[in-house]
């Protein structure tokens, strides 16, 4: 069974640093990766969704890779802001999890001006 | 833009209370799901429908059930709430098809069961 893990937990960086999310699955039989931001008592709002025959997907500034032979996936966040504190959650949908969504457990995300 | 939307952003109920929490999609998404979350134990999925009057059960499904008569709306059911069932509760749906669409997801809601 797919299972997804995100370390670190929680992560505090200045203003402006450039910075990396990661995110580890199990099963590389992975139909595609999806990466959702959730403010604190909202929903999940999705970001970028990574197809299994992708290696990367860009939006402003978020760029999400997917390496399935590694079992990885990581969120590169430039030029960090305060607006950009939030929990990131990744999540994989495979074969193996009756192609629902497994996810992680977030990493929590504060930028300090 | 897809839209999904749940009745209530907070709910207060007693134990032993029957409890509705209804969602709606505009988007003729085929499936939908509910999830919960708790602090420490991440999403959880409660029970999922790939289609009208079809459900699947998920992770947790105790204590849950569900009604889709209409493609649009997914209903969770606490047939007899319990304070182990406070938590935030969200909605989701997403088009058919392996791998090609994102799934989104609705405010949800925060319910407390006293």
């Known amino acids: 069974k797919q299972e997804v893990t995100q370390i670190p937990a929680a992560l505090s960086v200045p203003e402006g640093e450039n910075l990396v999310l990661n995110c580890s699955f199990t099963?590389?039989?992975?139909?595609?990766l999806q990466w959702f931001r959730q403010d604190p008592g909202k929903g999940l709002t999705s970001l970028l969704l990574i197809q299994s025959s992708q290696r990367e997907q860009t939006s402003g500034r978020l760029n999400a890779s997917l390496d399935k032979s590694s079992g990885r996936s990581t969120l590169y966040i430039a030029a960090s802001q305060p607006g950009d504190s939030a929990t990131y959650l990744c999540?994989?949908?495979?074969?193996?999890?009756?192609?629902?969504?497994?996810f992680g457990k977030g990493t929590k995300l504060s930028v300090k001006p | 833009d897809v839209k999904v939307t749940q009745s209530s952003r907070y709910l207060v109920k007693r134990t032993g209370e029957k409890v509705f929490l209804e969602c709606v999609q505009d988007m003729d998404h085929e499936n939908m799901f509910w999830y919960r979350q708790d602090p420490g134990l991440g999403l959880r999925l409660i029970y999922f429908?790939?289609?009208?009057?079809?459900?699947e059960k998920g992770d947790i499904p105790e204590g849950y059930s569900v009604s889709r008569e209409k493609k649009e709306r997914f209903s969770l059911i606490l047939e007899s709430a319990s304070t182990n069932q406070t938590s935030m509760y969200l909605c989701?749906?997403?088009?058919?098809?392996?791998?090609?669409?994102?799934?989104?997801f609705g405010p949800g809601t925060r319910l407390t069961v006293t």
């Open positions: 989701a749906s997403r088009p058919s098809g392996r791998a090609l669409y994102e799934q989104y």
């Open positions: 999540a994989g949908r495979s074969r193996g999890s009756q192609g629902n969504l497994i």
């Open positions: 099963d590389s039989a992975i139909y595609n």
């Open positions: 429908s790939y289609d009208v009057k079809m459900k």
